[in-house]
């Protein structure tokens, strides 16, 4: 899945659902393989026929997100009653996307430099987190800034680099390739 490989992807998923039908991280995996397939209705179907959809609430609120059914995003319990950092980085991407730019910069710069959102915690976000944001929101040097970061300290997270949807948008920029290059992930 993370070299691109979403049919070999696909069909080992399947053939893992045949050994272990009720393993949600299976369906999960499936779901995300989905997603970065950019065949986000069938990530949809996925989440939503687990027989808990909770598990799989990431993959769903970004398929949702990158279809733009902002609502959607805003209705999935994790996001609109965000309590974990993820939560937090969905709702403020689907709030600049949907319109509500100052309300949805406010949640993002609030973890980018690591601040409460609520009561009294502290969330720390793996710095290519932040990059996936950033590049959602269109905010390429901030992405690329928090991408160094990542490399500089071998944040695990980059493994999606090479196939996430959410930095499509930095694909076309020249340093995005060397980036790869780097991080060992370029053909």
Same mark, same amino acid.
């Given at each position: 899945?993370?070299?691109?490989?979403? *049919?070999?992807?696909?069909?080992? $998923?399947?053939?893992?659902?045949?050994?272990?039908?009720? !393993?949600?991280?299976?369906?999960?995996?499936?779901?995300?393989? +989905?997603?970065?397939?950019?065949?986000?209705?069938?990530?949809?179907?996925?989440?939503?026929?687990?027989?808990?959809?909770?598990?799989?609430?990431? *993959?769903?609120?970004?398929?949702?997100? $990158?279809?733009?059914?902002? /609502?959607?995003?805003?209705?999935?319990?994790?996001?609109?009653?965000?309590?974990?950092?993820?939560?937090?980085?969905?709702?403020?991407?689907?709030?600049?996307?949907?319109?509500?730019?100052?309300?949805?910069?406010?949640?993002? /710069?609030?973890?980018? #430099?690591?601040?409460?959102?609520?009561?009294?915690?502290?969330?720390?976000?793996?710095?290519? $987190?932040? *990059?996936?944001?950033?590049?959602?929101?269109?905010?390429?040097?901030?992405? $690329?800034?928090?991408?160094?970061?990542?490399?500089?300290?071998?944040?695990?997270?980059?493994?999606?680099?090479?196939?996430?949807?959410? +930095?499509?948008?930095? #694909?076309?920029?020249?340093?995005?390739?060397?980036?790869?290059?780097?991080?060992?992930? !370029?053909?």
């Amino acid at each position: 899945m993370l070299l691109g490989e979403f *049919a070999a992807a696909d069909s080992e $998923f399947r053939q893992a659902q045949v050994l272990d039908p009720l !393993s949600p991280m299976i369906s999960e995996g499936l779901a995300e393989n +989905f997603n970065d397939a950019r065949r986000y209705d069938d990530t949809i179907t996925t989440v939503l026929g687990m027989p808990n959809p909770k598990v799989g609430w990431v *993959a769903l609120a970004y398929a949702y997100l $990158f279809k733009g059914m902002y /609502q959607q995003v805003l209705n999935v319990p994790e996001v609109a009653n965000a309590s974990d950092v993820n939560g937090f980085l969905v709702k403020a991407v689907t709030l600049v996307q949907s319109g509500d730019r100052d309300a949805g910069l406010k949640i993002l /710069q609030k973890l980018d #430099r690591n601040q409460p959102i609520s009561g009294n915690d502290h969330y720390y976000l793996p710095p290519a $987190f932040l *990059a996936w944001g950033y590049a959602m929101i269109g905010e390429k040097e901030a992405a $690329f800034a928090w991408l160094e970061k990542a490399y500089q300290q071998h944040d695990p997270t980059l493994a999606n680099l090479r196939v996430d949807p959410g +930095f499509d948008s930095l #694909r076309s920029d020249p340093r995005y390739p060397e980036l790869l290059k780097k991080v060992g992930l !370029s053909d």
